[in-house]
């Protein structure tokens, strides 16, 4: 939404300031560009492994930022009054960095998977107990959410389905975040069917990728892939196939600009973009 007048100025006057976790990886770096970009977001803290204490801006080539990196969360955490923090990191320190920040008072916007139901539940019950906002983003690409909803719809009509998700070499899980998500929302539209032939036989263990519900989840990892996925429905003389690639980490900036907005807003724990978003 384009602000004008006294409510720009306001939000200029007023900036969200912003702790990136991850801050030299490669999601990290351009969360980092994008908030030198807006004038209604401020960054106040910069968490990495390596490069300590040196400007992060200066680190990822933009230039000075006035905000040196850290290895400790907590510490960024306690410094510049920070809001919310965008968490870019892996799935073995997601759930230690969303109850850092919530103790600390900061929304965490969060774009790693991995957390268990039971672990979103308790994270939940402890944004609420904060009166505060959390986002967890299997995907921050908006193009990428609209094809989850869409498959969600899709599979009202044509219950065969089957996801192939394909990302870079360098991924830790699979299948990945946005394929789970996918199929949750597939889940909820279409009664569990299994698939295939009753008598189908698995030569090699693996080839018919995971199972959900009766339907199968692919992943492809290889050098040269960023993100994308195929959602495929089948039925009687027909294909129909929804697909999203992410060409680049840029393409996920938009999403990451709107959870930040969004969760400003919120009470609790939101899982999937879509659900801030006017669909």
Same mark, same amino acid.
Do not use: W
């Given at each position: 939404?384009?602000?004008?007048?006294?409510?720009?100025?306001?939000?200029?006057?007023?900036?969200?300031?912003?702790?990136?976790?991850?801050?030299?990886?490669?999601?990290?770096?351009?969360?980092?560009?994008?908030?030198?970009?807006?004038?209604?977001?401020?960054?106040?803290?910069?968490?990495?492994?390596?490069?300590?204490? $040196?400007?992060?801006?200066?680190? +990822?080539?933009? @230039?000075?930022?006035? *905000?040196?990196? #850290?290895?400790? /969360?907590? =510490? &960024?955490?306690?410094?510049?009054?920070?809001?919310?923090?965008?968490?870019?990191?892996?799935?073995?320190?997601?759930? $230690?960095?969303?109850?850092?920040? +919530?103790?600390? @008072?900061?929304?965490? *916007?969060?774009? #790693?998977?991995? /957390?268990? =139901? &039971?672990?979103?539940?308790?994270?939940?019950?402890?944004?609420?107990?904060?009166?505060?906002?959390?986002?967890?983003?299997?995907?921050?690409?908006?193009?990428?959410?609209?094809?989850?909803?869409?498959?969600?719809?899709?599979?009202?009509?044509?219950?065969?389905?089957?996801?192939?998700?394909?990302?870079?070499?360098?991924?830790?899980d699979a299948p990945s975040g946005t394929a789970l998500k996918?199929?949750?929302?597939?889940?909820?539209?279409?009664?569990?069917?299994?698939?295939?032939?009753?008598?189908?036989?698995?030569?090699?263990?693996?080839?018919?990728?995971?199972?959900?519900?009766?339907?199968?989840?692919?992943?492809?990892?290889?050098?040269?892939?960023?993100?994308?996925?195929?959602?495929?429905?089948?039925?009687?003389?027909?294909?129909?196939?929804?697909?999203?690639?992410?060409?680049?980490?840029?393409?996920?900036?938009?999403?990451?600009?709107?959870?930040?907005?969004?969760?400003?807003?919120?009470?609790?724990?939101?899982?999937?973009?879509?659900?801030?978003?006017?669909?």
């Amino acid at each position: 939404m384009l602000l004008t007048g006294s409510r720009q100025e306001q939000n200029i006057m007023n900036p969200i300031h912003i702790v990136v976790a991850g801050a030299t990886g490669r999601m990290g770096r351009e969360a980092v560009r994008m908030i030198a970009g807006e004038d209604h977001f401020k960054l106040t803290g910069a968490v990495a492994r390596t490069h300590t204490g $040196e400007d992060i801006g200066e680190v +990822i080539g933009i @230039g000075g930022v006035g *905000v040196p990196l #850290t290895n400790s /969360l907590e =510490e &960024a955490l306690q410094q510049g009054q920070p809001e919310v923090l965008i968490d870019l990191t892996t799935p073995a320190l997601v759930k $230690e960095h969303m109850e850092l920040a +919530i103790d600390a @008072g900061v929304r965490p *916007v969060v774009g #790693t998977t991995g /957390l268990t =139901e &039971a672990e979103m539940q308790q994270l939940d019950d402890r944004c609420r107990e904060r009166g505060l906002g959390g986002i967890i983003a299997p995907n921050f690409a908006i193009g990428a959410v609209l094809m989850m909803v869409f498959a969600g719809k899709a599979a009202k009509y044509l219950s065969d389905v089957e996801i192939i998700e394909m990302h870079h070499d360098r991924k830790l899980d699979a299948p990945s975040g946005t394929a789970l998500k996918t199929a949750e929302l597939i889940s909820k539209e279409r009664a569990e069917k299994k698939q295939g032939h009753p008598e189908e036989k698995e030569i090699l263990e693996g080839a018919r990728g995971g199972y959900r519900d009766g339907f199968r989840i692919h992943s492809v990892r290889l050098p040269g892939l960023v993100a994308h996925q195929e959602v495929l429905f089948g039925g009687s003389g027909q294909l129909l196939t929804l697909r999203h690639d992410s060409m680049n980490r840029e393409s996920f900036m938009p999403g990451v600009k709107l959870a930040v907005e969004e969760v400003m807003k919120q009470t609790g724990l939101v899982y999937g973009l879509e659900k801030v978003m006017d669909l």
